[in-house]
């Protein structure tokens, strides 16, 4: 078993769901790769360092709101694709530093269930 896993204390879900993200060397639009409760992966060659706080603004697609949340460099380096692990991606691991309740119960909501 990958140890990556056994470490989550959330399951994370596929997303593309558009973010604007900035730290200490970068602004950058991109889609998040994966969400769960506790981060996201953001796919990209800008990374910032270990430790380094990121602001993410997150816009949800059904209305266009937008939701900041702080967070924290906690890793970087590539990742395997779930489904076919031929495909790797590399970026950074954002773990989010108090979010707001109610992009909590959003997310939950829209995107942190497994498909039908």
Do not use: H
């Not at 590539?78 to 119960?105: A, C, H, L, V, W």
């Amino acid at each position: 078993m990958n140890r990556a896993k056994e470490r989550r204390k959330y399951r994370r879900f596929r997303v593309a769901l558009p973010i604007d993200c900035s730290g200490i060397q970068f602004f950058q639009a991109r889609d998040s790769q994966n969400l769960s409760e506790g981060g996201i992966f953001i796919q990209t060659k800008l990374i910032e360092k270990l430790g380094v706080k990121v602001e993410i603004v997150f816009i949800f697609k059904e209305d266009w709101e937008t939701i900041k949340v702080f967070g924290e460099v906690a890793w970087t380096g590539k990742i395997n694709d779930e489904q076919d692990s031929r495909i790797s991606s590399s970026g950074m691991g954002i773990r989010f530093i108090d979010p707001p309740d109610d992009f909590t119960k959003r997310i939950k909501r829209l995107y942190l269930r497994p498909l039908l």
